[in-house]
């Protein structure tokens, strides 16, 4: 067995690994950056080596530097984790030629299903179904066209070396190939140094299904069921979930069949997915391979009950498997929700900084993998994924019901997050019956997500928080002491809810256990609770039902989260609301004549010149973050009449770039 494990990686997957090692009783070695001196994986290893300044090109992906972090402390093994260097064939020979372990596979799998072209062309040789296209490489954009024109419209064109949904474009027509072809090879030239790019049909409305693999190095291989991951925005994974609400146990065996086939064919060891895309009639066809642990792998380790990186690490030791194909079983149901640092509101711009508020969900099954605590940083400098929330339950509604209450408990501040997003995909009624594709997000939220789209059962359950805190914030006011005569403060019952442009009068009555809330004309609420004022979760039981709304009082507001809805509340007696309605409130300034860069990124390309006429639709600008291309269009007809950014400036939220008459 191995003795000592070094972790090539960071956050929540260093963590995750960190938690297995130390159940086996093996040492476990953090690497760390300048960003992440004070990380949580630093403090969860026995020994931490720092490693370079924060850019992740100067530290996490220096091969030499993690080399000799592994003899400086004696490390025998390194596990990479996914990202950085877990598919690099390279790193693999570095630290074969140092004599130490890869928990992973082998240089010839992680070389031939790296490549698209390549991975295709091995499994078609091994009888794994395959997409239709061209699987040579794409010269231009011309011989792009040819090439589409020969397949039939839609196409997709893809980075050979890509991955996470960069050097992707859809194309349905000549000039959408085009355009595609040259954002493709911008992105694979950024992300992975390399611009080959080839064609295959684009299948519509596809499903995004794929089965988890795991081989020795005695010739067994092995599949442990399949995730469902077809909840994706701009080809990145949201939501997954094992098993796929969609396979039967026929297509589930092929699938798992030509899985393992094409692991022979690569003399695959250690964990790996092979990733397909069905149809609605349940044809399924090869996508990759990643030649890695994936981000979604507790949902598979909760169904089939199986530590996969224990399974990892006992194969690169030298083991066989510890089960047969007819000894996985799948029981029950579970569901991964990706947790990130981003404003769902603003196009889901990342978001950076300290978390000023932190805390975890908890409960039957209910698990958070993470990498973050309360005043930690979310940097700049790596993925925004604050963690991944996951949880189990015999049938795949309680696995919902029991993702809704554990997000709607999940409390982060100091930065902004999905979870509002997250808690609106699970609520939909497409995707609490089932009815997934990889369309989902883009056909449900097709201009982008606000609150006005979340399910909500009951809307009034936030506005009768709003009223039960309040009411308790007035008790305590009338027993402050030192209140002169005459003026002692009153708690009243009778008051009117404000929120979201609307009135409702609301009655609030002390009852044991908590209070009694009457809302006009939606009726009477019995709110059992013991919260205390300051909590940042109100719990409570609400006929019945028990609920978990996040509350912030502040300048005579409460701002509620609850069920995917943020909603902004205030409590004023019926002569002030009364009054409140004659107010005048200043209209927000015309921004419509700007274009502002909607995240933090770099300015690689202006499209237009200073005067020139624009028309609505027309490319104006191209801003890269995160190493993706976003491309700006023009909302309406205008005429340029300033630029305020040039190329290869790096651009704050909202700057300025543009300004038209």
Same mark, same amino acid.
């Given at each position: 067995m191995l003795k000592k494990i070094l972790v090539a990686n960071r956050g929540e997957i260093a963590c995750r690994v960190f938690a297995t090692a130390k159940k086996m009783g093996i040492t476990t070695v953090a690497v760390?950056?300048?960003?992440?001196?004070?990380?949580?994986?630093?403090?969860?290893?026995?020994?931490?080596? #720092?490693?370079?300044?924060?850019?992740?090109?100067?530290?996490?992906?220096?091969?030499?530097?993690?080399?000799?972090?592994?003899?400086?402390?004696?490390?025998?093994?390194?596990?990479?984790?996914?990202?950085f260097l877990s598919e690099n064939s390279q790193f693999c020979d570095a630290l074969d030629a140092a004599g130490i372990i890869f928990i992973g596979p082998g240089k010839k799998a992680i070389e031939s299903m790296g490549d698209k072209i390549t991975s295709k062309l091995i499994a078609e040789k091994a009888g794994v179904n395959c997409?239709?296209?061209?699987?040579?490489?794409?010269?231009?954009?011309?011989?792009?066209?040819?090439?589409?024109?020969?397949?039939?419209?839609?196409?997709?064109?893809?980075?050979?070396?890509?991955?996470?949904?960069?050097?992707?474009?859809?194309?349905?027509?000549?000039?959408?190939?085009r355009d595609g072809f040259e954002r493709a090879t911008n992105e694979a030239r950024s992300s992975f140094g390399d611009t080959r790019i080839f064609i295959e049909k684009y299948i519509q409305?596809?499903?995004?299904?794929?089965?988890?693999?795991?081989?020795?190095?005695?010739?067994?291989?092995? #599949?442990?069921?399949?995730?469902?991951?077809?909840?994706?925005?701009?080809?990145?994974?949201v939501i997954e979930e094992a098993p796929?609400?969609?396979?039967?146990?026929?297509?589930?065996?092929?699938?798992?069949?030509?899985?393992c086939a094409l692991a022979r064919a690569v003399d695959y060891q250690s964990a790996g997915t092979v990733e397909f895309i069905a149809d609605a009639d349940m044809n399924f066809y090869f996508l990759e391979m990643n030649t890695r642990l994936q981000v979604e792998h507790p949902v598979t380790e909760l169904v089939t009950g199986q530590d996969l990186v224990e399974m990892m690490i006992r194969v690169?030791?030298?083991?066989?498997?510890?089960?047969?194909?007819?000894?996985?079983?799948?029981?029950?149901?579970?569901?991964?929700?990706?947790?990130?640092?981003?404003?769902?509101?603003?196009?889901?711009?990342p978001s950076t900084g300290r978390l000023v508020g932190y805390a975890e969900p908890q409960g039957e099954g209910v698990r958070v993998d993470s990498g973050v605590y309360k005043g930690g940083e979310v940097s700049m400098f790596y993925d925004p994924m604050i963690a991944k929330l996951i949880t189990y339950g015999d049938s795949r509604i309680e696995a919902i019901e029991r993702m809704v209450g554990a997000l709607d408990k999940y409390y982060i501040r100091g930065v902004n997050h999905n979870i509002s997003?997250?808690?609106?995909?699970?609520?939909?009624?497409?995707?609490?019956?089932?009815?997934?594709?990889?369309?989902?997000?883009?056909?449900?939220?097709?201009?982008?997500?606000?609150?006005?789209?979340?399910?909500?059962?009951?809307?009034?359950?936030?506005?009768?928080?709003?009223?039960?805190?309040?009411?308790?914030?007035?008790?305590?006011?009338?027993?402050?002491?030192?209140?002169?005569?005459?003026?002692e403060h009153m708690a009243a019952v009778d008051w009117v809810v404000v929120a979201g442009g609307h009135q409702t009068k609301a009655i609030v009555e002390l009852i044991d256990k908590g209070y009694f809330v009457s809302l006009d004309e939606l009726g009477d609420y019995q709110v059992e609770t013991n919260w205390s004022l300051g909590e940042p979760i109100f719990m409570a039981t609400i006929n019945g039902k028990q609920v978990s709304v996040q509350v912030e009082a502040k300048d005579g507001y409460y701002r509620l989260f609850y069920r995917g809805a943020e909603i902004s509340a205030q409590l004023l007696s019926p002569k002030a609301a009364e009054l409140s309605t004659h107010m005048h409130f200043k209209e927000p300034e015309d921004m419509s004549k700007f274009?502002?860069?909607?995240?933090?990124?770099?300015?690689?390309?202006?499209?237009?010149?200073?005067?020139?006429?624009?028309?609505e639709g027309e490319e104006l600008a191209v801003v890269e973050a995160m190493k993706m291309e976003n491309s700006l269009r023009a909302i309406q007809d205008g005429i340029v009449t300033k630029i305020s950014a040039v190329e290869g400036e790096s651009l704050r939220v909202d700057e300025i770039i543009l300004e038209f008459s």
């Open positions: 760390y950056s300048d960003a992440d001196r004070d990380a949580l994986h630093v403090q969860r290893a026995d020994e931490a080596v #720092y490693i370079g300044p924060s850019a992740s090109t100067e530290s996490y992906l220096v091969i030499d530097k993690i080399i000799q972090a592994c003899r400086d402390t004696g490390a025998d093994a390194v596990h990479p984790g996914y990202g997409i239709p296209g061209y699987t040579d490489v794409v010269r231009d954009a011309d011989h792009a066209v040819e090439v589409s024109a020969g397949i039939g419209y839609p196409v997709m064109l893809k980075a050979s070396a890509g991955g996470g949904g960069k050097g992707m474009r859809v194309a349905w027509n000549d000039a959408d190939c409305q596809p499903r995004h299904i794929e089965i988890q693999i795991m081989a020795d190095g005695h010739g067994n291989v092995i #599949y442990l069921g399949e995730r469902e991951c077809s909840i994706q925005r701009r080809h990145q994974k796929s609400p969609f396979l039967n146990q026929a297509t589930r065996q092929k699938m798992g069949e030509q899985s690169a030791a030298g083991e066989k498997l510890s089960l047969t194909q007819d000894q996985v079983t799948l029981s029950g149901w579970a569901m991964e929700s990706r947790v990130y640092a981003e404003d769902p509101l603003r196009n889901f711009m997003f997250l808690n609106a995909l699970m609520l939909h009624p497409r995707f609490i019956e089932g009815r997934l594709s990889t369309n989902f997000i883009a056909d449900e939220f097709p201009d982008g997500f606000n609150a006005d789209l979340v399910v909500q059962e009951d809307p009034a359950i936030a506005l009768v928080v709003a009223a039960a805190v309040h009411q308790l914030y007035e008790e305590r006011a009338s027993l402050l002491s030192g209140q002169l005569a005459g003026l274009l502002l860069s909607p995240m933090p990124g770099l300015l690689v390309k202006l499209a237009v010149e200073l005067g020139q006429e624009v028309k």
